[in-house]
């Protein structure tokens, strides 16, 4: 196997025999001058067919964390009949991340979708219940366990790769979108959005989903909107800039935005505008 680029000094882009891209973990497989050839035996994980927005992450997050990550991966795929993106194991990682932080830091993010995805989604719940008692097991935090649960099955929703119906007026209509998107955070919140960061990835794509659901027809709704109520009031910078951003994709999709939809914009404002 050959490394082309390093991400790290413990992850780099890589060819397989085969001319196949892929990245690979292992001690030192990053460092030195590149390109150059990597023993097999000092590989630990790799990956394949990740998207190469989501390098800066590998860079970032704890490598127990996506090993872990990795690994419960593996269980979902196996467990589960739809195929899910080569990005999921990098989405979780990115999401166990988060909740261990939240667990150590004490924070509450509310999870209204609860009940619903239980119901909805059981086997992708169980999934969920059994990937919280492995943190718990394997980083020594305390999570809310119907909370994380959700959270875990919801990642594994939103993975599913399902085949695109879009054509190119319709891509290049969310092109537009997506330059106008950022615009937008900067007026209503007066910060300046790190396109290249994670956190503008993980708002790109669930925004990519929402399209998804608006040309689908099927609205994300639950009976939440007391909670909607409290977050907006909570946070009401970040709910202007929900609904500022929500009237640029109902005037451009002729759709209209639950209050579902809105909360989540909300939350991953808060994110891509954290300092």
């Not at 009949?81 to 667990?103: C, E, G, M």
């Amino acid at each position: 196997m050959r490394a082309t680029q390093s991400i790290n000094h413990n992850a780099a882009i890589c060819e397989d025999d085969a001319g196949h891209q892929l990245i690979a973990l292992g001690r030192g497989v990053g460092y030195g001058k590149m390109p150059h050839d990597v023993d097999l035996a000092d590989i630990q994980r790799t990956f394949y067919g990740i998207d190469s927005r989501y390098l800066a992450f590998i860079d970032e997050v704890d490598p127990d964390v996506l090993e872990f990550a990795a690994q419960l991966a593996d269980i979902v795929c196996q467990q589960i009949s739809y195929q899910l993106s080569p990005n999921f194991p990098v989405t979780l990682a990115d999401h166990i991340q988060f909740a261990l932080k939240r667990a150590r830091e004490h924070m509450v993010v509310p999870m209204p979708l609860g009940a619903e995805v239980e119901q909805a989604h059981p086997v992708e719940y169980r999934l969920g219940e059994l990937a919280v008692r492995g943190m718990q097991k394997t980083f020594g935090v305390r999570l809310d366990a119907k909370r994380e649960a959700s959270g875990i099955a919801l990642s594994i929703v939103n993975a599913a790769v399902a085949p695109s119906q879009r054509g190119a007026r319709a891509i290049k209509r969310e092109d537009i979108l997506f330059k106008k998107i950022p615009k937008i955070i900067h007026r209503e919140m007066g910060a300046e959005v790190d396109e290249n960061s994670f956190a503008y990835t993980r708002f790109s794509t669930h925004i990519s989903y929402l399209l998804e659901r608006i040309a689908k027809g099927e609205p994300l709704e639950t009976e939440n909107a007391g909670l909607f109520e409290a977050i907006a009031a909570q946070y009401p910078k970040s709910a202007a800039c929900a609904r500022a951003i929500a009237r640029e994709i109902e005037a451009t999709y002729d759709a209209s935005l639950t209050e579902e939809e809105l909360l989540y914009l909300i939350m991953h404002i808060n994110r891509v505008t954290a300092s």
